[in-house]
C-alpha cells in the first residue's frame, strides 16, 4: 500500500504504518483480545481479585479516607457502568473499576464499622469487665478477652471494646459471659518492632482490642453468665475445648481441643515447633482439609445409614438426606471452630457443593472458590492481608487449577485403570491414595510456600514428606473420630472416639518430631518486598484462573517476583521505640545486636533478616562499652555511639556519626552537636521504632515505623512537638 505522502516505492519501502514493530504490538494485541473472549465463562473468576485490589489500595493509603469518599466513588463506578452496560468495550472497563470500587467501599465501611477507643498510654488500676473468651496457654497461664465495664480513671467514653489479659497466678477457670473484677496493668497494642514490620496493632483493630497486658490480682466473680445466643456458644466452646483437653491429656490433648474448637494457645510450644518445621502446621488451622473430611464424613454416614434400610434406600432421596444433615453438621463445625477465616471459606465451598447435590446442580470448583472469597472478602476485608487468606486461597485454587488441566485428567484416569480382584483393587487403592497426598501436598507445597516464606521468614524444606506421613493418619483416624466424639458427647459417650483421636494424634506429633529433627529442615529467609509478593500473586491467578495458551504469560512476573524476593533494601541499623536496644549490620551483612538480652524485637529483627540465630548468639564484638555508654567502631563503617547521659553525649557528638540517645535531648544541645545523624528519645516517641540506610554519598536516610504505618486509625496519635512528648 503506497503512502499518500510519497510515490509507491516509498510505500513499499515503509511496510505497513509504523513498522515491523507497530504490526507485531497490533498482532499481539489482537491474539490477547481473542484469548479474552474465548474464555468468558472465566470471567467471573476475576471479580474476587478486582475486589480485592480495592481492599489494597485502601490498606495502601497514607492516611484514612473518608467514608463519604468511598460510597462517591461507589456511585460514580455505578453509573458508569449502568451508562456503559450495553457497550462490551466500555462495559468491562466499567466492571474492572465497579468491583475495585466494591473492595475499596467494603474496607472503609468495615473499618469505620469496629472503631472503638484504644489506649493511648500506659493504665494501671481496677477494673470490671464481661468475659468473652478464657484461655489456658501452653504454660498454664489463663488468658482473657474482656469486654470493659468499668476501668479506673476512664471515662465510659474510652472505654475499649476489648482488652486482653494475660493471669499470671493460679486461678480458678473463668468461664465465657461472666462478670469479674481484677487489677490490671494495660499497654496500647504494640506497634510494628521496625518500619514495615507485622502490624499487630491493625489486626486488633478489627477484633476490637484497644489494650493488652496481665493482672495484678486473681478475677473476682461479680455476676453470673447471661442467658443469650453468643454467650452460650462461647461457653459450649469453652467446655468442649477443656473436655478435649482433659480426657486426652498430654500434648494430644490441645491438639485435639485446636482441631475441634479452634483454641490454639495452650499447644505446648515445642509442638507447635515440630509440626511448622515438618511443613505441618496447616493442620492447625481448620481449613478445607477438616471441614472437608468432618462433612464428608458425616454425608458418608448418614447415606450408609439409610442404605443400610432397602425400603428407605430405593424410595426416598437418601443422598440429598445426607447433604441436608452434612450441610447442618458443617455450620455447626463451623461455629464450634471459632469461623476463622480459612474455616469460613472452606464452609463456603463445601456448603455450595451440598447445595448443588439438593438442587441436582453441579458443583462448580473454581467458580465455589470465587464466590467464597467475594464473601470473605466482603464480610471481613481485612483477612486479605493475613496469612491464612492467602495461603488458604492460594492451595486451593492451585489444586483446581492443576486437577483441570489435561494432564491432571489423563493421570487420574490412568490411577483409575488396573486388574479387576479384591487384592488388586486394595493395592491400586492404596497406591492411589498415597499418589494423591504426594500430587495435593507437592502442588499445595509449592501454591502456599511464597506467602509462608513471606509472612513467617521461613520455609519447611520436608514438608513433603511430614504430610506424606502424617496425613493419612489425619484423614483415617483423627478427624473422622473427632465427628464421633462430638455426636457422642451429649450422650457422655465420647470417651473410647477422644482416645483413639488422641492417639492419632501422637503418632501424627512423632512423625512431626521425626521429620522437624531432619537437618535444614526449618530454613529462614530474608524478608522480602511487597512488590514481591503482588507479582507473584498477580502472576499466579493468572497461570489459574485461565484455560487458553495465554495462562503462560504469568510466568514472566512469577520468575520477576523471585527475582525481586532478595534484591529488597535491608536496614544498616535498626532501633527499638524505646531506645533500649539497636541492631547494626556488619560488614559481613549479618546484623549484631547492642544486647544479648533476649527480646521480642531481636528475635524479629533477626527472623526478618533470615538469621537463624538467638539474641544472645547475635552480641557483636565491635561494641565496647562503659558507664558513660557503649560506642560501635568497625573497619569502614560509620562509628555509632549509645551515650548513657548527657556528659557522654557531648563527647559522642564529637567522634561519631551516628548518636542514638535513650534520653530526651535539648534544643540546645542537639544544635550543638555534630554528628550528621542523632536520634533521641523524643525522635522515637514520635516515630516509634526506626531504620536507618547508609547511601551511596554518605547520607542516612531515616524511616520511622509511625510513618510507614500512615495516618490511620489503628495507629497511636502522635505527639504535635517533642515539647508534648516530655510532657507526657
Not at 473499576?97 to 475499596?104: K, Q, R, S, T, Y
Not at 489486626?203 to 454467650?231: H, K, L, Y
Not at 443422598?319 to 444433615?325: N, P, S, T, Y
Not at 557483636?620 to 569502614?636: K, N, V, Y
Amino acid at each position: 500500500m503506497a503512502i499518500a505522502t510519497g510515490g509507491a516505492s516509498a510505500g513499499a519501502d515503509a511496510g505497513p504504518a509504523g513498522g515491523p514493530w507497530a504490526a507485531a504490538a497490533r498482532a499481539a494485541w489482537h491474539g490477547l483480545s481473542r484469548a479474552f473472549v474465548a474464555e468468558s465463562d472465566r470471567w467471573f473468576l476475576w471479580t474476587p481479585v478486582l475486589m480485592g485490589l480495592g481492599i489494597a489500595l485502601y490498606f495502601a493509603l497514607a492516611a484514612e479516607p473518608p467514608l463519604w469518599l468511598a460510597f462517591a466513588a461507589l456511585a460514580v463506578a455505578s453509573a458508569v457502568f449502568i451508562a456503559t452496560f450495553r457497550r462490551a468495550a466500555l462495559a468491562i472497563p466499567a466492571v474492572v473499576v465497579l468491583c475495585i470500587a466494591l473492595g475499596f467501599t467494603f474496607a472503609c465501611l468495615r473499618s469505620w464499622s469496629v472503631a472503638a477507643p484504644v489506649l493511648e498510654r500506659l493504665w494501671s488500676g481496677a477494673l470490671e469487665g464481661r468475659v468473652v473468651e478464657s484461655q489456658r496457654t501452653d504454660t498454664g497461664a489463663l488468658s482473657l478477652l474482656v469486654a470493659p465495664i468499668f476501668m479506673e480513671r476512664l471515662a465510659p467514653a474510652a472505654l475499649p471494646a476489648r482488652i486482653r489479659i494475660q493471669l499470671r497466678m493460679k486461678s480458678e477457670p473463668v468461664e465465657p459471659g461472666e462478670t469479674i473484677r481484677l487489677r490490671a496493668r494495660l499497654l496500647p497494642p504494640p506497634e510494628p518492632v521496625e518500619p514495615g514490620g507485622f502490624d499487630y496493632a491493625r489486626q486488633v483493630w478489627f477484633e476490637r482490642i484497644g489494650g493488652v497486658g496481665f493482672a495484678f490480682t486473681a478475677p473476682e466473680r461479680i455476676a453470673p453468665a447471661p442467658n443469650d445466643a453468643a454467650t452460650a456458644l462461647a461457653r459450649l466452646r469453652h467446655r468442649i475445648t477443656i473436655r478435649v483437653q482433659t480426657a486426652i491429656g498430654g500434648a494430644a490433648g490441645p491438639v485435639a481441643a485446636a482441631l475441634i474448637t479452634g483454641e490454639q494457645r495452650a499447644i505446648p510450644k515445642w509442638a507447635a515447633e515440630d509440626l511448622r518445621n515438618a511443613g505441618l502446621a496447616h493442620v492447625l488451622s481448620i481449613s478445607g482439609l477438616h471441614m472437608a473430611l468432618f462433612g464428608g464424613s458425616l454425608f458418608w454416614l448418614v447415606r450408609a445409614c439409610f442404605a443400610a434400610v432397602p425400603p428407605i434406600a430405593l424410595r426416598f432421596p437418601i443422598k440429598k438426606w445426607g447433604a441436608a444433615a452434612a450441610l447442618i453438621g458443617s455450620t455447626a463445625y463451623l461455629m464450634i471452630s471459632g469461623a476463622e477465616v480459612a474455616t469460613q471459606r472452606s464452609w463456603i465451598m463445601i456448603s455450595l457443593m451440598f447445595l448443588a447435590i439438593l438442587f441436582d446442580r453441579p458443583a462448580l470448583s473454581m467458580r465455589n472458590v470465587a464466590l467464597a472469597a467475594l464473601v470473605v472478602l466482603a464480610w471481613r476485608p481485612e483477612s486479605l492481608l493475613g496469612a491464612s487468606f492467602q495461603m488458604s486461597f492460594s492451595a486451593v485454587v492451585a489444586l483446581i487449577a492443576f486437577y483441570e488441566t489435561p494432564f491432571a485428567q489423563r493421570l487420574l484416569a490412568a490411577m483409575r485403570e488396573g486388574p479387576e480382584g479384591v487384592v488388586s483393587t486394595f493395592f491400586r487403592f492404596a497406591a492411589n491414595h498415597v499418589a494423591g497426598i504426594l500430587l495435593t501436598t507437592t502442588v499445595a507445597g509449592i501454591a502456599t510456600g511464597a506467602y509462608a516464606a513471606f509472612h513467617f521468614d521461613r520455609i519447611a524444606l520436608y514438608g513433603m514428606a511430614g504430610n506424606m506421613g502424617a496425613l493419612p493418619i489425619v484423614s483415617a483416624i483423627v478427624m473422622p473420630m473427632a465427628l464421633v466424639a462430638l455426636i457422642l458427647m451429649p450422650l457422655g459417650l465420647d470417651g473410647p472416639a477422644l482416645w483413639l483421636m488422641g492417639k492419632g494424634i501422637d503418632a501424627m506429633l512423632w512423625v512431626a518430631h521425626q521429620v522437624a529433627g531432619w537437618e535444614g529442615a526449618d530454613r529462614f529467609v530474608a524478608a522480602a518486598p511487597m512488590a514481591s509478593l503482588i507479582l507473584m500473586t498477580l502472576g499466579g491467578l493468572w497461570l489459574a484462573l485461565w484455560r487458553g495458551q495465554w495462562r503462560y504469560l504469568g510466568a514472566a512476573p512469577v520468575i520477576l517476583s523471585l527475582a525481586l524476593w532478595t534484591g529488597g533494601a535491608r536496614p544498616d541499623v535498626l532501633i527499638d521505640r524505646e531506645g533500649a536496644l539497636a541492631a547494626i549490620r556488619m560488614a559481613d551483612g549479618r546484623l549484631a545486636l547492642t544486647s544479648a538480652r533476649a527480646s521480642y524485637a531481636a528475635g524479629q529483627w533477626l527472623r526478618r533478616d533470615g538469621d537463624p540465630r538467638k539474641p544472645a548468639e547475635a552480641k557483636s564484638d565491635f561494641l565496647r562499652c562503659d558507664a558513660l555508654g557503649c560506642l560501635w567502631r568497625e573497619e569502614g563503617r560509620p562509628v555509632i555511639a549509645l551515650p548513657a547521659s548527657h556528659d557522654a553525649l557531648t563527647e559522642d557528638c564529637e567522634t561519631a556519626q551516628i548518636v542514638i540517645a535513650r534520653f530526651g535531648v535539648p534544643w540546645r544541645l542537639r544544635n550543638q552537636c555534630r554528628a550528621p545523624t542523632l536520634i533521641d528519645r523524643f525522635d522515637l516517641w514520635r516515630g516509634g521504632a526506626i531504620a536507618l540506610y547508609y547511601g551511596a554519598d554518605g547520607a542516612v536516610r531515616i524511616e520511622t515505623a509511625r510513618e510507614s504505618r500512615g495516618a490511620r486509625p489503628w495507629v497511636q496519635r502522635q505527639p504535635k512537638s517533642a515539647g508534648e512528648a516530655g510532657d507526657q
